[in-house]
RNA sequence: GCGGGCGUGGUGGAAUUGGCAGACACGCAAGAUUUAGGUUCUUGUGCCAAUGGUGUGCAGGUUCAAGUCCUGUCGCCCGCACCA
């Protein structure tokens, strides 16, 4: 019998939307659910195989809560704006608006052709300035707070385009788009004051389920570190400031070492005889990243200072300063004491520039071979008052002594940095701030939101790096809310993070005009149950949204300090060649020759079926038919139906072992296994013959959030009852006919296997042994030699030592 | 470079978390049925000099027992703050 994948999936669907079985309740006395996805970026190459993979993994979940009975939102909308699509407008001379259109037009006709049980009345996008709206009043309250602030920071200039340029676009030190030189420009940039929250982002890593990983991740990336800083002189008498976890070394301390943009540089200019070399310097590190900079593999490159010394206030010693790219101005003072003993950079620096190396932690090798880093077992040595005691006592001892000395102070510092939040481009949600000569920087009045996009004829970034929106002098000219005098707005954009920061919020009650949502839904579905994504967002979206997240709590606008309470992550779908699957390597597949020749259903059961959900997984397309041969077989299982209205006794314990592994497997996100447990079973009916009414009905409801379109119409066609989704339950299965009443067992002679055994699943240690020992090839290993530990892991295995 | 992760048959992967390595599939081989088959069914399938030996990137170690734990090493993947 041919299975009509076409016609079944398109009634099904139809018959979903109609009667708009997937729509969630904002109302009801059910518990609530709330599965939420990774919402895409509409780009114009259309969906490839790899987005389904977490859509239908939740979609799954999403099903299968429903069936136990859950209030379910399961929401999708779309994250729209961003640069590939104004990069696109630019070359095509089409507005953005448009593109963006068509892009979702085409991503929801795919997603749609897959049978998620998507909320569509939910459907949001960034774009949209009802929802924009809410972007720029969340903007509003963190400028009130103080936590959004003008900041001169580098930027990428291309220096032939004359524009900014995203990381992204900076392909080897050039311009993507023309290939000419990009250096490091300064501008005054909007920033989000994001570590004022750090400790709050690590701390509360308690209160949620993430994986372990990308809480590890998170914390690294925050990056925590107490230490001190401490007050260097300089022989012109300024003072040098340096942060170091290590001030127990400080009297190793032979050098200094400060970043190419500090201040101080300026200041000494006149004072340095070789200031034109340092200028030089500076120049070729504007052109490096900080990628490049830190990078260890390379030769450390820097430049002594002629003319400026500084003075280590541990020992009055005159040490020299150098100018040098490996120390970076955004993290710490932008200096730092360097002690080549006790720090791998340091020594390799020190090595180069012939520089004295002295040892202050004994415990180590040779310091003029290596540096010695490790703080656990080192002791202090030639470092006076700290002589003696351990890395950790050393360095409490030496903050107290910085302290009564006021040349220092125990400092904590974040890797995290400050959140550069404008964009020069116009396809972003522009930022509602006026400027006013009088007033400086002014908010708009909330009642002005939404601050809309306005039309422009070009989207090219301006001469000077300034947005498109520099040059609508109508649009920028307006007047001061404060004091009604001449103001010009503020040209820069939001990044495309501000949209997706909060968008969870917005699903919960999607049409509000009077706020982000009511706080009858915010308090009914916060917090999200369950997000899934990719890995890659693990830094950046989930931190940033967490961020706005406790800041919105902060307010007393959110009920929960934590967005998410549980996080789990997909791996990627490779191209076939086992790469990453993109245009320039030509590996893309797309989902819908997948559903046009085999079915929505199959290509669900095959994303989930091709691997740990967790992990990176290859294309593989013969494996497909595999799964469409499956979806058959359980077609055909109508040809070997018979009446019975009960499980069988001969297929009770494989249905309540499969009804046990299967809803457990999708609690876990173990979805290959739980694919493998419904095949073995429709192995085991299929090789008994024949399938009960009531069999069918429970396999069905089982592969159901796999497969929703074929189960749903063997149910009809079987005339099992009312629809499934419609009308059944999730099956329960009892644990006592879960378990086998015999096992086998493998019986091991010096760790080999010698026979197997099939006992009593009760059988108690002697019982076994003595079966074991009687067996004949356990006899023939054992004889004539002498037992020396006989042990029996209870319904595993038997293992019996012996020697001769 | 820094942070996180991965490495198992010809292929995708499984392994009750220290207890029979290779579940479930794909592929391949042989056979049966058939009407044209990229159909369906049955059987076999880690490797080798095959009653045995060997085997989870590589080299060591712990243990009665290691894919799983420890040390070292090699390779690959993700992120690195203006891609999303």
Redesign the pocket.
């Known amino acids: 019998m041919r299975y009509n994948h076409k016609t079944v999936e398109e009634k099904w669907q139809k018959i979903w939307e109609e009667k708009g079985v997937f729509h969630a309740s904002n109302d009801s006395e059910k518990e609530k659910f709330y599965a939420l996805i990774?919402f895409?970026?509409p780009?114009g190459q259309g969906l490839h195989v790899g987005h389904p993979r977490p859509y239908t993994a939740l979609d799954t979940v999403a099903r299968k809560r429903r069936l136990q009975g859950y209030n379910v939102l399961y929401p999708i909308g779309w994250?729209?704006?961003?640069?590939?699509?104004?990069n696109y407008a630019i070359k095509n001379h089409i507005h953005p608006e448009i593109v963006t259109k068509q892009n979702i037009s085409r991503f929801k006709k795919q997603i749609q052709s897959l049978g998620i049980s998507f909320d569509w009345s939910r459907e949001i996008s960034t774009t949209d300035p009802e929802y924009y709206k809410w972007t720029q009043w969340i903007f509003l309250q963190l400028f009130k707070k103080g936590l959004a602030y003008k900041k001169e920071?580098n930027?990428?200039w291309c220096t032939s385009c004359k524009c900014?340029?995203?990381?992204?676009?900076?392909v080897n030190g050039v311009c993507e788009r023309c290939g000419s030189e990009v250096i490091h420009k300064v501008?005054s940039?909007w920033m989000l004051k994001?570590t004022a929250y750090a400790d709050r982002l690590i701390n509360d890593l308690d209160l949620v389920d993430y994986p372990?990983?990308?809480k590890?991740?998170q914390?690294?990336?925050?990056?925590r570190s107490t230490g001190a800083e401490v007050d260097f002189k300089a022989t012109t008498g300024d003072t040098l400031t340096v942060y170091t976890t290590r001030c127990d070394t400080l009297f190793g301390a032979t050098y200094m070492v400060i970043s190419p943009e500090h201040p101080l540089i300026e200041k000494w200019a006149d004072k340095l005889k070789n200031i034109d070399e340092i200028r030089a310097y500076q120049l070729e590190a504007s052109k490096k990243?900080?990628?490049e900079r830190?990078?260890?593999?390379?030769d450390k490159t820097g430049i002594r200072l002629d003319g400026v010394e500084a003075i280590n206030p541990v020992n009055d010693k005159i040490i020299p300063i150098f100018v040098s790219d490996y120390v970076l101005v955004?993290?710490g003072t932008g200096a730092i004491m360097a002690v080549p003993a006790h720090d791998?950079?340091d020594w390799e620096f020190a090595k180069k520039f012939n520089l004295p190396i002295i040892e202050v932690v004994k415990g180590g090798e040779d310091v003029q071979a290596e540096a010695f880093t490790d703080c656990d077992t080192g002791v202090l040595v030639n470092s006076g008052f700290i002589d003696g005691l351990s890395v950790d006592d050393a360095k409490k001892k030496m903050i107290s002594w910085l302290e009564e000395n006021k040349i220092g102070r125990a400092k904590v510092n974040?890797?995290?940095?400050?959140?550069?939040?404008?964009?020069?481009?116009y396809?972003g949600e522009p930022i509602p701030i006026v400027h006013c000569e009088k007033c400086g920087f002014v908010p708009i009045d909330e009642s002005e939101l939404p601050l809309k996009l306005p039309m422009v004829d070009s989207y090219e970034p301006t001469d000077t790096g300034e947005s498109p929106l520099a040059k609508m002098t109508d649009w920028i000219n307006t007047t001061c809310p404060c004091c009604g005098g001449k103001a010009v707005r503020e040209t820069?954009t939001m990044?495309?993070?501000a949209g997706?920061s909060w968008y969870f919020l917005r699903y919960m009650d999607p049409h509000n005009s009077d706020a982000l949502a009511s706080k009858e839904a915010l308090e009914y579905w916060s917090p999200v149950d369950w997000y899934n994504g990719?890995?890659?967002?693990?830094?950046?979206?989930l931190l940033y949204s967490r961020f706005w997240h406790k800041f919105l709590f902060d307010l007393g606008v959110v009920p929960t300090p934590e967005p998410y309470a549980k996080r789990t992550s997909h791996?990627?779908i490779?191209g076939e060649n086992?790469?990453?699957m993109s245009k320039s390597r030509g590996n893309v597949v797309n989902p819908d020759e997948i559903v046009s020749e085999y079915g929505a259903d199959t290509m669900r059961l095959y994303e989930m079926?091709?691997?740990?959900?967790?992990?990176?997984?290859?294309w593989?397309?013969?494996?497909i038919?595999?799964?469409?041969?499956?979806v058959?077989?359980f077609w055909?299982l109508q040809t070997i139906l018979t009446d019975g209205d009960n499980i069988r006794p001969e297929l009770e314990a494989s249905f309540h072992k499969t009804i046990k592994k299967v809803g457990e497997d999708i609690e876990n996100i173990?979805f290959?296994?739980a694919?493998?447990?419904?095949?073995?079973l429709?192995?085991d009916i299929?090789?008994f013959g024949s399938i009960s009414k009531q069999e069918l009905r429970i396999f069905s409801i089982l592969l159901n959030p796999f497969a929703p379109h074929v189960t749903e119409e063997i149910w009809e066609v079987c005339g099992l009852g009312d629809g499934i989704v419609a009308e059944q339950s999730w099956p329960e299965y009892d644990e006592s006919k879960c378990v086998d009443k015999t096992?086998?067992?493998?019986v091991?002679v010096?760790?080999?296997?010698k026979t197997?055994l099939n006992v009593d699943a009760e059988a108690g240690q002697d019982e076994v042994l003595a079966l074991a020992k009687a067996d004949e090839?356990v006899k023939k290993a054992i004889d004539g030699m002498n037992i020396?530990?006989e042990?029996y892991?209870k319904?595993?295995?038997v293992?019996i030592?012996v020697k001769s």
Request: proline share 4%; net charge positive; hydrophobic share 35%.
């Open positions: 990774e895409p970026y780009s994250d729209a704006f961003g640069l590939p699509t104004e920071m930027v990428n900014v340029l995203a990381n992204e676009e900076v501008k940039q994001i372990p990983r990308v590890a991740q914390k690294n990336w925050i990056g990243s900080d990628f830190t990078e260890i593999a390379k955004s993290y791998t950079r974040y890797k995290l940095r400050d959140w550069v939040f404008s964009r020069q481009r396809w820069d990044p495309q993070w997706s990719g890995m890659e967002h693990t830094t950046l979206h791996g990627m490779l086992g790469e990453k079926f091709i691997g740990d959900f967790e992990k990176a997984a290859p593989s397309p013969s494996s038919r595999g799964c469409r041969k499956f058959e077989r055909n173990k290959n296994t694919i493998a447990a419904l095949m073995s429709i192995n299929t090789s096992i086998e067992i493998a091991q010096n760790g080999r296997i197997k090839n020396i530990k042990i892991v319904g595993r295995i293992n030592v």
